[in-house]
């Protein structure tokens, strides 16, 4: 019989866990045949922190009798934990044979983001004749093109921080844990391992990639799609879709070279702002959702781990931290949130476009920078918009972006305020040294951000400051702005995935309004070559 034991004290990469298992199964140590570890994570509320297990375990008695009394973090392994942990069903879920498709069906993929890449490489693996095009170009030839960005602030409109193979997630932390708990997380996890992440992933709470180590993994699954059959073209930007009596056919590229072929999988990520728009002309319809917007906070990690863990980290990992506000309706304060925490990263210029400011946060794998930084995000909701219509929250990004590149001097400098100033509502006359490679110009972001959001984020620096002391110190500095959290509208779709008002269109991932990341977006792309697979393949 198998259990998933969480929360288990992990003993260390070569010291037996079965003592501690059984003590919390409360059986003899002779019953666990096997314990397998599945994922660990530093638990630094604790002092001194410590690390945290959960583990596959074999047991040689009876379920009845282990799980008759409750015990918290105990209970029967699942098929869905086989899946998401990767685990077991390898043969049935990973392997997955070649079918047979009807002549005439060419799945056409937009966009080589997570969601992409995954959706064409599960296609591919299902035999199917797939097409991934993407507008920007391969991963070498952006890693030069961001380059020239960050260094000399000459910007590529279609190859950058956000276009081109691997999308946004290429250029940041490289997070991939979710609080998603999809069996496919198994497929896509395994995946990763199997174009060269560290096998530590699957075991790791806090799992990351870094931006170097995608930049390796990315050639070898357009190896591997090029291995399936998939064709992958770059510097392909898709201007419109081929539609016929309500039907999305093919589309029609920059070039003037049309494509015949469907279904359409859009995936396009956040920033595809003229594709939102060529797919509504086309008859996809979409509504506003909420958005978050704020600022980049960044601080010494040794500051954070200070904080964190009481203590210099030694051999545990760079701090993090992930917080929350939610102020009393009677302060009429809105809520706001940490995002992207980039322990040992920094801090970086994310524009696609000519005359706007961008920052996102990107580390490394070793995460060994000098600096800590996260995202602090402020609700937005589609009533702070200029208008109703499926573009209206575009509008609201655009205007703040528009306004931080003046604010910066014109030339993607980042408008910045030392935390402190920032409190006080006065404006920086010198900023500490940041990692932010354009340059920061002194500011008062107080200008740049509509009240509510001003407000919200003054109010979350405060109340982390109770969370992490120096939060809201001397040490800090806002980089600004943060606006490409999400997607500012949500494409409908019906139970098959298509658009119901465009059949044949599929859009997925971030840039359609369905995930948040680099995992829920291979996700969402992977369900949508599922739903492809079961329609068309015999």
């Known amino acids: 019989m198998a259990l998933l034991v969480t929360n288990i004290h992990w003993p260390g990469e070569s010291v037996d866990p079965a003592p501690v298992i059984a003590r919390r199964l409360g059986i003899p140590e002779a019953d666990i045949a096997d314990a397998v570890l599945l994922k660990r994570s530093v638990d630094g509320r604790r002092r001194p ?18 799980l008759a009394e409750p ?21 049935e879920v990973l392997n997955i044979k070649p079918r047979s498709w009807p002549e005439g069906t060419r799945p056409i993929v937009i966009g080589a983001g997570p969601a992409g890449l995954f959706a ?41 921080v956000v276009f081109g193979e691997g999308g946004a997630g290429a250029f940041s932390d490289g997070k991939i844990y979710t609080r998603r708990r999809d069996g496919e997380l198994g497929w896509i996890f395994q995946r990763l391992v199997d174009m060269g992440a560290d096998a530590a992933i699957l075991e790791e709470g ?33 201007t419109s879709l081929r539609v016929h009596s309500g039907r999305c056919e093919g589309v029609v590229l920059a070039s003037g070279e049309e494509l015949v072929g469907g279904p359409v999988i859009l995936a396009t990520g956040h920033s595809a702002r003229d594709t939102w728009k060529m797919a509504l002309d086309a008859g996809a319809q979409a ?14 990690q040794r500051m954070v781990d200070m904080a964190r863990y009481g203590t210099e980290r030694g051999e545990l990992p760079p701090a993090s931290y992930r917080l929350v506000s939610r102020p009393p309706e009677r302060l009429n304060i809105r809520g706001a949130h940490t995002f992207c925490m980039c322990p040992g990263g920094t801090i970086v210029g ?32 589609p009533e702070d918009f200029p208008g109703s219509d499926p573009l209206a929250g575009v509008r609201f990004q655009d205007a703040i972006e528009q306004a931080a590149f003046v604010m910066g001097g014109e030339n993607f400098r ?68 943060e606006t490409r959290t999400t997607a500012p509208l949500r494409f409908l779709r019906g139970d098959d995935l298509c658009s119901p008002d465009l059949d044949g269109l599929m859009p997925v991932g971030e840039g359609a309004g369905y995930a948040g990341g680099i995992t829920s977006a291979a996700l969402d792309g992977f369900r949508a070559a599922e739903a492809i697979i079961d329609r068309y393949a015999k």
């Open 49 to 66: 922190p410590v690390w945290l297990a959960n583990y596959r375990v074999e047991v040689s008695v009876e379920e009845a009798s282990i």
């Open 71 to 91: 015990r918290h973090g105990v209970r029967a392994f699942s098929e869905r934990d086989a899946a998401r942990y990767a685990t077991d069903r390898r043969g």
């Open 120 to 160: 064409a490489l599960r296609l591919g693996e299902a035999g199917a004749p797939a097409i991934l095009l993407e507008r920007g170009g391969p991963v070498e030839q952006r890693h030069g093109a961001v380059r020239k960005f960050w260094r000399h602030r000459e910007l590529d409109p279609e190859t950058n």
């Open 206 to 238: 806090w799992a990351h990639l870094g931006t170097d180590r995608i930049r390796e993994i990315l050639p070898r699954i357009r190896a591997r799609l090029i291995e399936l059959g998939v064709e992958v073209r770059f510097n392909a930007c898709v």
């Open 287 to 300: 509504v506003l959702r909420p958005i978050r917007i704020g600022a980049r906070i960044e601080h010494p």
């Open 350 to 381: 994310a524009s696609n476009e000519p005359g706007r400011v961008v920052v996102n946060g990107m580390s490394y794998s070793n995460r060994r920078a000098w600096w800590a930084n996260s995202a602090i995000i402020v609700e937005v909701t």
């Open 414 to 481: 980042a408008p910045a305020q030392r935390v402190t100033d920032f409190l006080a509502q006065r404006p920086s006359d010198d900023l500490p040294r940041t990692s932010y490679p354009q340059g920061c110009t002194p500011a008062d972001l107080s200008a740049l951000f509509p009240e509510p959001i001003r407000a919200g984020l003054a109010g979350a620096i405060e109340f982390f400051e109770r969370r992490i002391r120096g939060f809201s110190g001397s040490d800090g500095v806002l980089i600004a702005p």
